[in-house]
């Protein structure tokens, strides 16, 4: 990142916090005559020392404030041969089956069940595994058969692949995974497909920095959805697509947008049971609890975000699947480093790791948390946390 681009960063959060140049210049015991060129780019603020306190006085995550992840590790659960593998399949475009080789749709659904209960236990790595080939078996499967059934099976795969890749920091890719569902989605004509294939589009351009555009289009997807509610499972969709524009909009900082898209998917909540897993998107109360959290973290407002958090109780974390329970806590961790509690957020992160380890050793978001801490330590990072940092292959 540049400095001019830096310095609008900085001046974005600076006025976040309702903080003027003068103030925010005395926290960081300098002039404001600095801030003032830091802020326009005409002097650099790039030193790690100087980020670490920026970032104390913003209260706001490195990962937040220089809008970068950690760079992905050859080591990590995402190997760089399984991406081009991975890439492999999705750009192919099979016309035909090949002879001799008809496809076991029976076998075929039961190895993308497999899948997604592996993404719903954290396993990416067993995802990422077994992912080339069921696109491949799918892609083929519906070359050969042309029908409805082929048709929704090969877009609940590129749905798997758009979500896993998107977890794991393969922004591009998660985004090309979800067009091609979506391609075969509008073909169908099926609002519920469409809305179900297109917020994946929509998270995929939100981590790569398009927050009002993943906004846009998860209103639109919302707006589309209303005429279509015929069950509790069309309203889980409808709710959680309102869920993801509300993370958008945090991110865009519009706090507005984030209520009312929140209170919104409330009001579908209440007619969807507790614990139901429609789309396999876990949509119900708690999951919207859940999304208040990750809002309220965009918007920098961990103090509100632990707040929420703790009105979980445990039955609800109980019910909650591994994947969503682990990430909640890595919420947590993050916006205990938003508030400066280093102690607890390392609790939170190795509550996470118990619970699904994955989740934070293959994340790029729980990692730049860990780095986060390990930065904010100093030369003297807690055991624990210097452990945890060794284990998810951290370093700063």
Known sequence: ??????????????????????????????????????????RSAGRLSMLDLICEVLRVDMSALIGEDPVRRAESCLEDAEVARIQSALERYPLTSPVGSPVDTAALRRRVEHAWAAFEFADYDVVSLVLPGII???????AAWDDDGSALLLIEVYQLASSTLRKLGEHSLAWLAGDRGMTLARQRGDAIVVAATGFRIANALLSIGRARQAQALNISLAETLQSELRDEADRALYGHVLLQAAIAAATAGDQVGVRDLVAEAEDAARVVSPGS???????????????RVGALLALGEGGRAIEIAATIDADSMRMLRKERRAALLVDVARAYGQVGDRDRAVRALLE?????????????????????????????????????????????
């Open 352 to 396: 996470a790791e118990t619970t699904a380890s994955r989740e934070v050793r293959c994340r790029p978001v729980a990692q730049a948390t860990i780095a986060d801490l390990l930065r904010r330590s100093r030369n003297a990072p807690p055991l624990e946390l210097a452990r945890l940092a060794e284990r998810s292959g951290v370093r700063v």
């Open 136 to 142: 491949e078996e799918a892609q083929h499967g519906h």
């Open 1 to 42: 990142m540049n400095d001019r681009d830096l310095g609008r960063r900085i001046a974005y959060w600076r006025r976040r916090r309702g903080l003027t140049q003068a103030v925010f210049a005395d926290r960081l015991g300098r002039s404001k005559s600095w801030v003032t060129k830091v802020e326009s780019g005409m």
């Open 277 to 291: 897993n429609h789309h396999r998107l876990a949509f119900d109360s708690t999951n919207v609890l859940l999304h």
